[in-house]
């Protein structure tokens, strides 16, 4: 099982991240432009009015606020990213950092994606531990989670049931890590191509499982 671990071990080295996340300073820009915007005034002779009212003025504090919303996230996917960083040297300080009140957090924003990625990092860390059996939820999550939010197809989903088959193995369930790795295969060799790396990191696990 010792050859197996070392085969599997490269798909936990990264947990997943959510694709084409928008950068922080973008975010900020947006934000502040979208505050500005809410609050412009029509100037009449002399006097200047009251900020904007009515349909078009709600609806542009509606947008200033989702800006805020965006901006949130942002803060919230680098803690997170922080939190995966931190587990490679430090994963009993990271585990404290992903389960206090940034998983709370992460989990009223509603977003996939975030969630997706939080739940890869936990798995990640839990398994670095040596408490495979407690990160194996989580990995179920985050497969549901980003095949919910990116696809079934996309890299990210992937990674995360690669992430997943590696947990099953560690637990015993063998079997069914099996049946998750010749699912992302298939996947991987009928849009990336047999020799692509991940393909063939992917067989190599897998066969690595077929003769545990």
Same mark, same amino acid.
């Given at each position: 099982?010792?050859?197996?671990?070392?085969?599997?071990?490269?798909?936990?080295?990264?947990?997943?991240?959510?694709?084409?996340?928008?950068?922080?300073?973008?975010?900020?820009?947006?934000?502040?432009?979208?505050? @500005?915007?809410?609050?412009?005034?029509?100037?009449?002779?002399?006097?200047?009015?009251?900020?904007?009212?009515?349909?078009?003025?709600?609806?542009?504090?509606?947008?200033?606020?989702?800006?805020?919303?965006?901006?949130?996230?942002?803060?919230?996917?680098?803690?997170?990213?922080?939190?995966?960083?931190?587990?490679?040297?430090?994963?009993?300080?990271? $585990?404290?950092? &992903?389960? *206090?009140? $940034?998983?709370?957090?992460?989990?009223?924003?509603?977003?996939?994606?975030?969630?997706?990625?939080?739940? *890869? @990092?936990?798995?990640?860390?839990?398994?670095?531990?040596?408490?495979?059996?407690?990160?194996?939820?989580?990995?179920?999550?985050?497969?549901? &989670?980003?095949?919910?939010?990116?696809?079934?197809?996309?890299?990210?989903?992937?990674?995360?049931?690669?992430?997943?088959?590696?947990?099953?193995?560690?637990?015993?369930?063998?079997?069914?890590?099996?049946?998750? $790795?010749?699912?992302?295969?298939?996947?991987?060799?009928?849009?990336?191509?047999?020799?692509?790396?991940?393909?063939?990191?992917?067989?190599?696990?897998?066969?690595?499982?077929?003769?545990?």
């Amino acid at each position: 099982m010792g050859g197996l671990r070392n085969v599997l071990s490269g798909f936990h080295r990264h947990s997943p991240r959510p694709h084409g996340s928008t950068p922080l300073a973008t975010v900020s820009r947006r934000t502040a432009c979208l505050g @500005a915007q809410a609050t412009r005034t029509r100037k009449c002779g002399h006097r200047v009015a009251r900020p904007l009212r009515g349909r078009r003025g709600r609806a542009t504090r509606r947008s200033a606020s989702q800006g805020l919303a965006r901006d949130d996230r942002g803060a919230l996917v680098t803690e997170v990213s922080r939190a995966d960083g931190l587990r490679v040297t430090n994963p009993t300080a990271a $585990l404290e950092m &992903l389960t *206090g009140g $940034l998983g709370a957090r992460v989990g009223r924003s509603g977003n996939d994606a975030l969630r997706s990625m939080h739940a *890869g @990092a936990m798995s990640c860390t839990l398994r670095d531990l040596g408490r495979s059996r407690e990160a194996s939820p989580f990995a179920a999550e985050s497969v549901e &989670l980003a095949t919910s939010h990116h696809g079934p197809e996309s890299s990210m989903t992937l990674n995360c049931g690669s992430l997943y088959a590696v947990l099953l193995a560690d637990v015993g369930r063998v079997r069914e890590g099996r049946a998750e $790795l010749e699912r992302v295969l298939a996947t991987q060799t009928r849009i990336l191509g047999a020799e692509h790396p991940k393909s063939r990191h992917t067989k190599a696990a897998l066969d690595a499982l077929k003769n545990a």
